[in-house]
Each structure stands twice: as C-alpha cells, then as structure tokens.
C-alpha cells in the first residue's frame, strides 16, 4: 500500500514506523500547506492518506484529498464544526474517508463502556458527572476531541444533560470537562460519577502513540477500494481485535 502522510510531527513519524513495518510505502510527507505546493502527481501515487497535520489546515488537506481521488483517514481533531460540510462534498464526488476522534482500540472500547454507564446512570440523577482530559502541552485543541466525543456521548444518554463546557459549571444541564496541558502525557481521558455517598469512575490512559499510530495504519489499510464517510465503529465491525493484534 502507497500511503500518502500529512502531518509528520510525532505521530506522523509513528504512524511511518509502523507503515514500514507492516510493509507499506511512503510515497509523500506533508508537513506545512508550503509542502502541498507542485506535489500533485506525487499525491495522486498514492493509495490512501493518513492526516493527522493541524486543526486549521485539516479540511483543505481533505479536500487536496478528494481532488486527487485519494481516500483520507483523519485523526485530526479540533475541525468537526466542518465535519457535515466534508461529509457532503465526499458524498457529492463519490469519495471516501474515514475520521475518528481516536484510533486507539483502547479508547473504542472506553467509548462503549461510557455509553453503557451514561446509560445505566440517567436513573440515578444524585450523581454528578465530570470528565477530565490531560495531554501533552504540544496538543493544540482543548478540550480533545476523545473527550468531545464522550461528552456527547453522555448527553445522548442522560436527560439531564443538554451541552458541555469546557470550564467548571454549576449548571445541573451542563457537562464540565476540565482539560489540562502536561509535558509528555500521551493521553488520560477519566468520566466521573459523584454522589454524597460515593464516586463511580472510569480511567483510559494511553502508555504512548503507539496505540493510535497502529489503529490509523489499520484504518487506512480497511478503507482503501471503499466509497462513503466512515469511522471507527464501521472498521471495528470488520476487523474488530485480530487486525489491532498484527
């Protein structure tokens, strides 16, 4: 497989490692908009892209993309306020992608069992709920895009909760995520039920990039001969644990 890389920063440079590794090619690296500059040929090399660049460049890079009639993977976060309008234009030109908040099997499954518990807590209304999200200080958007997408999940699940604020509240139909920027933290993601009586509380802590490095390698792998919008359920339905274990 001719990967196509957008983004080679730390994870970029995982995400090759582990390319080489399972026997693919890297065809061409982007790492600034200045780069996309007279590379269309080398774009079009390739089978499938895997961007994970910066939220402000991310959608354009989408779209470079879909002209070349590449397929994307994007695990860049902080963009989805544009997420419908890609969806439409994939849609519209019979192109494909592939986004996820977070590649990691781990944090898939985390989002399960949050769903379950939000679920199972809509009952219980004397708990308070509260997620708490920490990364690396080089993490550009706050909160993360993992917590977003258990925040609303959350609210999906419990009445009393209409929108999430990233900042304390005291308001009963907010969800408070409080976010916080450390030197080499990979990635802590922690939901929080609290009562007078006790606290029910669910932890995923990333131990490196490894984890979303390999799920994007796997992802970009799956989506290759596929037309559509897809995320990480879609592939999880199909490859479930054996591809996360190569």
């Keep these: 497989m001719k990967i196509a890389l957008s983004g080679y920063g730390k994870m ?5 490692k582990i390319a080489l590794e399972r026997g693919h090619e890297i065809v ?3 790492n600034d908009p200045d780069d996309w500059v007279g590379k269309d040929e080398e774009l079009k090399q390739a089978d499938v892209a895997i961007e994970f660049s910066m939220p ?3 959608v354009s890079n989408i779209f470079k993309c879909f002209d070349a009639n590449v397929p994307v993977v994007v695990g860049t976060t902080g963009w989805f306020g544009q997420l419908e309008h890609v969806k439409d234009v994939c849609y519209e030109h019979n192109r494909s992608i592939l986004y996820a908040s977070n590649f990691s099997i781990g944090v898939n499954l985390f989002f399960e069992v ?3 518990l939000a679920k199972l807590m809509n009952e219980h ?6 997620i708490d999200e920490t990364h690396h200080t080089a993490k550009v958007d706050s909160p993360s895009g993992t917590a977003i997408k258990l925040a609303n999940d959350i609210i999906d699940k419990l009445d009393r909760k209409d929108v999430w604020k990233n900042e304390p509240t005291a308001k009963e139909y907010e969800l408070e995520i409080i976010s916080h920027r450390v030197e080499n933290v990979p990635g802590t993601h922690s939901v929080k039920y609290a009562s007078d009586i006790d606290e029910i509380e669910i932890i995923h802590t990333a131990k490196s990039r490894v984890g979303f490095a390999k799920g994007a390698v796997i992802a970009a792998e799956w989506l290759i001969d596929k037309k559509g919008v897809y995320t990480m359920s879609d592939l999880l339905k199909d490859v479930k644990f054996e591809g996360f274990a190569k």
Excluded: P
């Design 12 to 16: 970029g440079k995982e995400i090759e």
């Design 28 to 30: 061409v690296k982007f």
């Design 114 to 116: 949050n769903r379950v």
């Design 125 to 130: 209304e004397n708990y308070l709920v509260q």
């Design 56 to 58: 402000h460049s991310v």
